[in-house]
């Protein structure tokens, strides 16, 4: 003999205290999440994890990149920086350039947001630094066909400069 509604009371209790079990149950998945050591986690090679890991700024998997050689104008600048690092890439006119033509000197515009630094040349010798530090130094970008192409154009006119994240 079983009491009246003996069967369905654990369900009963499930549904009254649905929200007190989920809150329990996500604890409890974070607890194991982070007793796990870093290394020993699977990861997850979908296009949305890849895009969680990367940050809100981060293009989407499936867009093209491009490789895009810029000369920035501060050589000294382009040594500090690594494979792997993000920078924007600022466009400034130089103020002896702007004077010379009659117009006020505008204040520097960011060219590309969060490029990835894919490659930074080797350097000339010591010997060569003073003479080609005047031209600037070489760094090679990973960045959308679009920003290339606006980096390209900003080349043309003004003077690059990066800033690092």
């Known amino acids: 003999m079983r009491p009246r509604g003996g069967r369905w009371r654990l369900r009963r209790a499930a549904r009254r205290h649905r929200r007190r079990l989920a809150a329990v149950l996500a604890l409890a998945s974070a607890a194991v999440a982070f007793a796990v050591p870093r290394g020993e986690r699977t990861d997850l ?34 040594r ?15 103020a002896s350039t702007a004077g010379t033509s009659g117009a006020e000197a505008r204040p520097a515009r960011v060219v590309a947001r969060r490029a990835r630094v894919a490659d930074v040349p080797e350097q000339p010798p010591a010997e060569d630094v003073a003479r080609t530090s005047a031209h600037g130094a070489l760094l090679v970008l990973s960045v959308p066909p679009g920003t290339a192409a606006a980096l390209a154009g900003a080349a043309a006119t003004a ?7």
């Open 45 to 78: 090679s979908t296009p949305a994890a890849a895009a969680a890991r990367e940050g809100p700024s981060a293009p989407a998997r499936d867009e093209a990149r491009v490789l895009a050689p810029v000369r920035i104008a501060d050589a000294e600048a382009v």
């Open 159 to 165: 003077d690059l400069a990066v800033t690092r994240w």
């Open 80 to 94: 500090l920086l690594r494979p792997g690092d993000r920078v924007d890439v600022l466009a400034a006119t130089a």
